[in-house]
């Protein structure tokens, strides 16, 4: 008789830690509403790309990360950084995934943002730390507007690449073109050429207003 409650204890106890554990691996889960994704990452490439499981290349729109590999050779300010936080957050990690309206790059990347279960997005993350710059690209629009607002607090911290509006340089003037919503330094030949232009009086006005450095003088403005 002693046996058998024994057993029945056993039994019960192995049954409530079953229990406990399916309940532990349902809420670790998340669903994705429509039309969102459910994605995993395989591993970080630089600050604002990363490989999926199913082998795409996926770039987050709306930002613009410091490059790795630039023109000069060698990474630029910030880049590491914002790499090793783009892995830190991704890597093996599963995500809703958010297509942008334009679905791929020139490169043929897939476009979109990964946001974790809570509602937050990495580029979120990797602009309020100043490791990323808000970006204006066609298709993109949606993801744009909502990381202004980011881009505006994270620039009171003065932090990662915000850090370098407290040097001169980031006083003068810049020209920016209202089409392509990139600054240009006054005297560059493609500043001459907009033909719808506006001016900032300095690079934070610029950044407040979702303009960002152009690839091709990008280097002139943080460094």
Do not use: W
Request: proline share 4%; net charge positive; glycine share 6%.
């Amino acid at each position: 008789m002693v046996g058998l409650r024994v057993i029945s204890f056993i039994f019960l106890f192995l049954l409530s830690f079953l229990v406990l554990a399916y309940q532990r691996e349902v809420q670790s889960e998340f669903l994705c509403p429509y039309p969102y994704i459910k994605v995993k990452v395989k591993r970080a490439l630089d600050g604002d790309t990363v490989l999926l499981e199913n082998g795409e290349k996926l770039r987050y729109p709306g930002i613009n990360a410091p490059e790795l590999h630039s023109s000069s050779g060698s990474p630029e300010p910030y880049a590491e950084e914002a790499f090793n936080r783009n892995r830190e957050l991704t890597e093996s990690k599963e995500f809703c995934l958010e297509k942008a309206l334009k679905e791929r790059d020139r490169y043929g990347r897939l476009l979109g943002e990964l946001y974790f279960s809570n509602g937050t997005s990495v580029s979120e993350i990797l602009v309020s730390e100043g490791l990323a710059l808000v970006c204006y690209f066609e298709g993109s629009g949606q993801f744009f507007e909502r990381l202004l607002p980011v881009q505006r607090k994270a620039l009171e911290k003065r932090i990662g690449l915000f850090s370098f509006l407290e040097r001169p340089s980031s006083q003068n003037l810049f020209i920016g073109n209202k089409k392509s919503r990139r600054i240009h330094h006054p005297y560059s030949e493609k500043a001459k050429r907009i033909k719808e232009k506006t001016i900032f009086k300095n690079l934070e006005e610029a950044l407040k207003e979702g303009y960002c450095p152009s690839r091709e003088e990008k280097d002139l403005f943080f460094k």
